[in-house]
């Protein structure tokens, strides 16, 4: 049983609670000193120390006041509490680190794996994080409504050194999926429950490239271009479709396959080497570019990677031609355009250019205005004629025994081979007395079967469209189906 004891005098001594606790021989009296309350707070107190030392004898948790009146106690008191016994010690909470700690670990842990230049993209989705919430705020303080404010924020700042503009959705769908990451590594690693960036939108969006450079064009740049090495640069982007620089610089002479026009190239992105075909234009530059090689020279290209961009435009500019955006993954999408124009299949153009089919669809493939113009010029567009889709103009138009079903039954019975008795239709097996109607689609299945191409839509309750011819026709049967059925 608990009491009060006092320490001191005065007018509000310190007050205390004693008790026993322990057992056998280590059962002895129990201090806690509780500081200068009044007498009733020491007394409520004791009574709760006497119903926590119940409820430990017997095994029971405690009810839902007095839980809530422990958990309502200092570190320090509730310590001293499970010091004797008398209550469970509280569980350990591991705070949630801050922002510029968290991003920190997770570079550190993607570096591991991933390329440098996706590196270069997750440090400036951490820069855009860190300039909004500060380096101080806790991940497990940050809500969904916070998310998306950000994410309001974001696509209002300015992207690149030269953009004047707000970032561009795809570059802030990309920053959007690098902070989705590095708050799902910390769901990962049990710092968080959910992630406040699930909501965000992140899809990948095709860049808008619509540039389409020419082979007139490309000839007139490559003439303006400083040397061979320059001028093969170009033609390796445009006319084989390799990534520049991370590609084209790492090409070695080993890789030109001079006896069957290949070269073999290794993606830095994909980790996989590819054959790459050489192009009838590519190959002069090459030849060009080895006999001008040093001695011992072992790199296809030799230039430097800075400034690429610079010296390109400035050929493009002499050329007589306005510069575009992305100068050289725009060369590299032309290529892949002009072969898919030019017939190759779009697996095989996939894999020469060194992604998947899906990228291509979505990414790559485009309509050149010379392909436009083909298609206008070369006459295979579907032009139907007003008199190929058009109703009969009435049944008193139709020859019915030309058109009459038994007439159409006659004439697509197949005929009997040498030897064998000729078959008796389905209106020859009819009884006279009782005649039933003959099952039309059956006995003729040759005339109404359908072309397996044709226009929307599809015909309701048949798998393949209907074509013009066979529209037209179908009329014709069955306003004869219905002349017929009228006579009988």
């Known amino acids: 049983m608990a009491s009060i004891y006092k320490v001191g005098g005065g007018k509000c001594p310190i007050k205390g609670v004693k008790f026993f606790a322990g057992e056998g021989a280590d059962r002895k009296e129990r ?60 569980p350990i ?33 951490v820069y855009y994080l860190l300039g909004y919430f500060g380096e101080n705020v806790r991940i497990d303080a940050i809500t969904r409504e916070m998310a998306d404010l950000w994410d309001t924020w974001l696509r209002k700042q300015k992207s690149g050194k030269r953009s004047k503009d707000r970032m561009s959705e795809a570059t802030g769908n990309l920053h959007c999926r690098q902070v989705k990451a590095i708050f799902n590594y910390a769901v990962k690693e049990d710092h968080l429950i959910k992630n406040p960036f699930r909501g ?70 994909t980790k996989n080497w590819r054959t790459v075909p050489i192009d ?80 291509t669809e979505k990414h790559y493939a485009m309509i050149p205005g010379q392909l436009m113009d083909q298609i206008r010029a070369s006459g295979q567009l579907v032009n139907l004629q007003k008199s190929e889709i058009s109703e009969p103009a009435g049944q008193d138009n139709i020859d019915s025994e030309h058109l009459s079903p038994k007439s159409f039954t006659k004439s697509f019975t197949p005929k009997a081979g040498k030897g064998q008795k000729p078959t008796e239709t389905g209106n020859e097996k009819l009884d006279k007395k009782n005649p039933a109607k003959p099952d039309l689609r059956r006995e003729n299945a040759g005339f109404c079967e359908l072309s397996p191409a044709g226009l929307e839509p599809t015909t309701h309750g ?27």
């Open 93 to 125: 909470v591991i705070l949630a680190p801050t922002l510029k700690a968290w991003t920190e670990t997770y570079i550190a842990a993607k570096s591991k794996k991933a390329a440098p230049a996706t590196m270069t993209r997750v440090r400036t989705t």
């Open 200 to 269: 965000l939108a992140s899809g990948s969006d095709a860049a808008v490239r619509e540039r389409y450079v020419t082979q007139e064009e490309t000839a007139r740049i490559i003439s303006q271009l400083p040397n061979a090495q320059w001028r093969l640069l170009f033609g390796l982007a445009r006319y084989a479709g390799l990534r520049c620089p991370s590609e084209t610089h790492k090409l070695v002479w080993g890789n030109m396959h001079w006896h069957d026009g290949t070269l073999k190239v290794f993606g830095k992105k």
């Open 462 to 488: 048949l798998k393949e469209r209907c074509s013009p011819e066979v529209y037209t026709t179908s009329i014709l049967w069955y306003s004869a189906k219905a002349r017929w059925e009228a006579q009988e």
């Open 280 to 359: 009838n234009r590519l190959l002069p530059l090459l030849e060009q570019a080895f006999e001008q090689a040093p001695e011992g020279q072992e790199k296809i290209i030799s230039l430097s990677r800075n400034n690429l961009h610079r010296n390109i435009e400035q050929a493009i500019i002499a050329a007589g031609i306005n510069p575009w955006d992305d100068l050289l993954q725009v060369l590299r999408q032309s290529c892949e355009t002009e072969l898919l124009a030019r017939g190759v299949p779009i697996y095989a153009t996939a894999r020469i250019i060194g992604h998947s089919v899906k990228v």
């Open 31 to 90: 201090r806690i000193q509780l500081g200068p309350i009044t007498t009733e707070q020491a007394r409520e107190f004791a009574r709760r120390i006497e119903q926590l030392q119940s409820l430990v004898k017997m095994g029971q948790p405690p009810g839902p006041e007095l839980a809530d009146w422990v958990a309502k106690l200092d570190d320090d008191m509730h310590a001293k509490l499970v010091k004797h016994g008398i209550c469970e010690p509280r």
